[in-house]
C-alpha cells in the first residue's frame, strides 16, 4: 500500500494493517478508525473488522478499539501538528493528503452564526484510498467525440460507481490528445479536491499536460475564473445541482466553452426532477448522457444517450473502474 | 618568586570566574531577543504562511544561531519522528534538552513550555494570540535580565577581581 497512507497511521494500527492478508490489503478502498469503536477496513469484496493481532473479523466485538490517545496520534499525522494551516479542511470536514487520498473526519463541530467553524475532539477518520485508473474513458472517447469534436457530457451515477474516476480520465485524454484525437486545453475546477486531488496546488492524479486546475474552489465561481483567465476549450466540473451552477454552465456553454460533468442520480427520470439540471436537460445543453451503475463492479456502464435521449450502443458495456 | 606566582594565579582565576558570572548576565538579554526574534518569525509563518510546523522549525533552525537553533531543529525532528505524539509533548523534550546549554533563566523556560501547549492546537488567530502572548511574557523577561545586566555585569567582573585581591593580601 501507498506509503503516504502508512505515515498517516500511528505505529500500533501500522502493525494490525500489515498483517492483512496480501489480497486484502492490496484491494483496500477504505479505512475507518473510529474511537472506541472497531477498527474496520472496506474493500470492493466486502468490510471486514481487525482484530489487535491483525486479522479479519466479522464480529464487531473482537475487532481493535482506538482509545483517544491513538485518535489524537492519528490527527497530530494527518495535521502534521498544524490544525493551524488545516482550518478551511477542518470547516469541510476532509483533508486531501499526498496521492490524492482523502481522509474524512467526523466529530464535534463548532459553529459560528449558523455556520460550521471547525470540527473540535476528532473521532472519526475515513481513509479513502484514490486510485487512478488510467485509460478508462479511452474506449468511451469515439462515443463521446463523434467527428473528433467535443460535446458537452453529463455523468450520472450514484455514489462509489466511478464518476469521478471516470471523469477525471476523460479529461486526461482530452488534454493529452491521441494518434487520432487533437489535445485540447482543459479547465478543471476542483470543488472538493476530488478530480486532481491536490496538495498545495499540484495534481496529485494524472489530469494530462494542458490541464489547469482550480483547487478547491465554488463551481459556479471557478467556471467564470476559467473562462475569463485561462481560455480552456474543455471545462471539467463535479457535481454540479445548484441554481447558480447552472447559470455558470449556460454562460460557459454561450462563451463557446464545452463542458464535461457530473450529477448524482440513478437514471434520467431522477436527474430530470432536480430544477437546476431538469432546465439544462431542456435547452439541450448536453450532447451525451452517461449513465453509471455498479450493476458489474464499479463503472459499468448502464446506458449512454445523445442529446436527443437516442440510446446508444456501446462496447463492452463495463469498464474496469 | 613562586610567592608571587601562585598570587598571580588566584587572582587570574577568581577574576575569571567573576568575568564568567558578568558574561553570562550580558548573555541572557541576547539569547533571549534571539528568541524572541524567532518567535516573530513563526508567528508570520503561522498566520500568514499557514505553513506546516514541522517545516517552519527546520526553516528557523537553518536561519538562527545556536541555542535557538538546536532548540528548533530537535523539536522538527521529535515532530516528524515520534508517531504523532502531541505537539507539547515534542516542544517540552526539545525545550528540556537544550536547556543546558542556554544561559537563559528559569521564567524563561517557564514561558517557553507554557507556550508549547498551545502550539499548533488552534486555528490561526488562536495561534498568533498565544505567540504573542508568549512574545510579551519574553519581552517583560527580557527587560528584567537587561536591569540585571546594567546592575550586576560589572559588579561581577570587579568582584572577582577584588575578591583575588583579597584573598591574595590575606595569605601573602
Redesign the interface.
Known amino acids: 500500500m501507498n506509503s503516504s497512507i502508512w505515515q498517516l497511521l500511528p505505529l500500533s494500527i501500522k502493525g494490525m494493517l500489515e498483517n492483512l492478508p496480501d489480497r486484502i490489503r492490496s484491494q483496500l478502498e477504505e479505512i475507518r478508525v473510529r474511537e472506541g469503536r472497531p477498527l474496520e477496513v472496506i474493500t470492493p469484496n466486502g468490510a471486514w473488522f481487525i482484530t489487535a493481532e491483525g486479522r479479519t473479523t466479522n464480529q464487531s466485538d473482537e475487532g481493535y478499539r482506538p482509545n483517544r490517545e491513538t485518535c489524537g496520534k492519528m490527527l497530530n499525522l494527518i495535521s502534521h501538528h498544524s490544525l493551524y494551516a488545516l482550518e478551511e479542511e477542518l470547516r469541510r470536514g476532509y483533508v486531501t493528503i499526498q496521492g490524492g487520498h482523502r481522509v474524512g473526519l467526523a466529530g464535534r463541530v463548532v459553529v459560528e452564526r449558523g455556520q460550521v467553524k471547525h470540527l473540535r475532539e476528532v473521532t472519526g477518520f475515513n481513509i479513502r484510498i484514490a486510485r487512478q485508473v488510467k485509460g478508462v474513458g479511452e474506449p468511451l472517447i469515439p462515443m463521446m467525440m463523434p467527428r473528433g469534436e467535443l460535446v458537452n457530457l453529463l455523468l450520472i451515477s450514484p455514489p462509489q460507481c466511478g464518476k469521478t474516476t471516470l471523469l477525471r480520465d476523460l479529461a486526461r485524454v482530452v488534454s493529452a490528445g491521441t494518434p487520432s484525437l487533437l489535445s485540447r486545453k482543459v479547465g478543471i475546477v476542483d470543488e472538493r479536491s476530488e478530480i486532481a486531488g491536490c496538495v498545495g496546488g499540484v495534481p496529485q492524479h494524472d489530469v494530462g499536460p494542458r490541464t489547469d486546475v482550480l483547487d478547491g474552489c465554488p463551481k459556479a465561481e471557478g467556471m467564470m475564473m476559467m473562462i475569463r483567465s485561462m481560455s480552456p476549450e474543455l471545462l471539467v466540473v463535479d457535481e454540479i445541482g445548484r441554481q447558480e451552477d447552472s447559470e455558470a454552465i449556460f454562460e460557459a456553454i454561450h462563451a463557446g466553452v464545452h463542458l464535461y460533468t457530473t450529477a448524482h442520480g440513478r437514471s434520467m427520470e431522477e436527474v430530470c426532477r432536480r430544477p437546476a439540471l431538469a432546465r439544462l436537460i431542456e435547452e439541450g445543453v448536453f450532447g451525451r448522457y452517461l449513465i453509471l451503475s455498479r450493476a458489474r463492479g464499479p463503472g459499468t456502464i448502464d446506458a449512454l444517450f445523445d442529446g436527443r435521449m437516442n440510446r446508444l450502443q456501446v462496447k463492452g458495456e463495463s469498464l474496469s473502474c | 618568586m613562586l610567592k608571587l606566582m601562585g598570587a598571580a594565579l588566584i587572582l587570574l582565576s577568581s577574576s575569571a570566574v567573576g568575568f564568567q558570572a558578568a558574561r553570562s548576565y550580558a548573555e541572557r538579554p541576547r539569547q533571549i531577543r534571539q528568541m524572541l526574534g524567532a518567535f516573530a518569525m513563526l508567528e508570520t509563518e503561522?498566520?500568514y504562511g499557514?505553513?506546516?510546523?514541522?517545516e517552519i522549525c527546520n526553516h528557523l533552525a537553518q536561519r538562527e544561531k545556536d541555542p535557538v537553533r538546536s532548540l528548533f531543529a530537535r523539536c522538527a525532528e521529535y515532530?516528524?519522528t515520534l508517531?504523532?505524539?502531541?505537539?507539547y509533548d515534542?516542544w517540552k523534550r526539545a525545550v528540556e534538552e537544550i536547556w543546558p546549554t542556554t544561559l537563559m533563566k528559569a521564567p524563561e523556560k517557564e514561558v517557553l513550555i507554557d507556550f508549547g501547549k498551545t502550539?499548533?492546537?488552534?486555528?490561526?488567530a488562536?495561534?498568533m494570540q498565544h505567540i504573542q502572548r508568549a512574545k510579551t511574557n519574553l519581552g517583560t523577561e527580557e527587560s528584567r535580565a537587561l536591569e540585571e545586566q546594567t546592575r550586576y555585569e560589572k559588579m561581577c567582573r570587579s568582584l572577582g577581581v577584588l575578591a583575588g585581591v583579597l584573598i591574595v593580601i590575606l595569605i601573602y
Open positions: 503561522i498566520t499557514a505553513r506546516r510546523l514541522d515532530l516528524s508517531d504523532g505524539v502531541s505537539t515534542c502550539l499548533g492546537v488552534s486555528d490561526r488562536d495561534q
